[in-house]
């Protein structure tokens, strides 16, 4: 925490804080893309490069009180994108997938420490990040492209076909399980080469050894959300092929 130095202003005849300058910028160690940023000689925060050439920060640089709460702001931000790109770059995150994650992470939360030097743990509260930067991150990884709920639903149902089959009903749930809203995943079911037969027919491939019995497989599929005719269909199908 920044001490607060007061000079007395005779003309004013009162008291207003003194200006505190940038006194060191350190490379961060854990993060080579980060600088610590130390004013009146004591450590502050730490920010992106880019976040240190948008806002003009240098040594020997007077700040007054509203420079230093952007320059917090800034670093709060800088982090909790971090976080998100993280997330992000696992795999593909819907929106909502994203803002929950988000949510998350603005909660306190309580965590164990270790002493280095006694090797006891200790318990302390993780302050979480401030709830108004949530739509801030969530606008710069749309912006950057790493949110489009089009991509994402496209990239949802090419996969899921090409891994071990599922009927369009099971996948509009799943869309709409990840807040995809319903005129996307029309649109992209749409544009999508896939049919719920072909699909069919990998699941019988995968399970018909598993339910022998024709009328369990059929219940199985019927689960799954594959229309029954089709799987009569399929199932008589497969039956006169192998007489």
Known sequence: MLETHTIYDESAGSKKPAARRVTDIKEA??????VNIYVDNKFFCSLDISQVVDLRIKIGRELDDEEIKAIKKASDFGK??????????????????MNDYL?????????RVKNRKTGEYSTRVREGYDPALVPLVLARLEERGY????????????????SK??????????????GIDQ????????????????ELRKVIER?????????????????????????????????????
Do not use: C
Request: aromatic share 8%; hydrophobic share 35%.
């Open 147 to 162: 949110l489009n709920d089009s991509n994402f639903a496209a990239a949802w149902v090419e996969n899921r076909n090409v």
């Open 29 to 34: 160690v854990r993060d080579k893309n980060r």
């Open 183 to 198: 005129s996307v995943i029309d649109s992209v079911l749409d544009d999508s080469s896939r049919n719920d037969v072909d």
């Open 103 to 111: 949510i998350r992470k603005t909660l306190d939360l309580k965590v």
């Open 80 to 97: 909790f994108y971090a976080r998100a790109l993280e997330y992000a770059l696992v795999r593909p995150r819907s929106t909502k997938e």
């Open 165 to 178: 089959g599922i009927s369009s009903k099971k996948l509009r749930l799943e869309l709409r399980q990840k």
């Open 207 to 243: 399970k018909a050894s598993k339910y022998p019995d024709q009328q369990k497989l059929i219940q199985y599929l019927l689960r799954q959300g594959f229309n029954y005719s089709d799987i009569v269909d399929e199932l008589s199908s497969i039956e006169s092929s192998s007489v």
